[in-house]
């Protein structure tokens, strides 16, 4: 599986509901930030994947995290992200 692929994957399946959001969140930042060559990417992708592996990057379902402004994602903001690239994208099932 290329890069894209990967990427392309994890989303798919996150929105299926095949991944839990903790498990989803560490897998696409490590898939995105450490092991993807970002010009096997278009723009339009880098721009998308680079916009959630910030969220995803900064997840947490903490509460107390969740108080500190501007700083961590909840599981919906992340999952509101996840359908935006995607149907941006044209990710399908």
Do not use: H, W
């Not at 998308?48 to 947490?60: E, G, H, I, V």
């Amino acid at each position: 599986m290329t890069d894209k692929e990967k990427l392309y994957y994890l989303t798919r399946e996150f929105t299926k509901g095949n991944y839990k959001i903790d498990i989803f969140c560490d897998e696409f930042t490590i898939q995105y930030d450490i092991e993807t060559d970002y010009s096997t990417l278009s723009d339009q992708e880098n721009q998308c994947f680079s916009d959630l592996s910030n969220m995803t990057a900064r997840f947490s379902n903490d509460e107390k995290d969740l108080k500190i402004p501007n700083l961590y994602y909840d599981e919906l903001q992340v999952k509101n992200k996840v359908t935006q690239i995607a149907e941006l994208l044209n990710i399908n099932e």
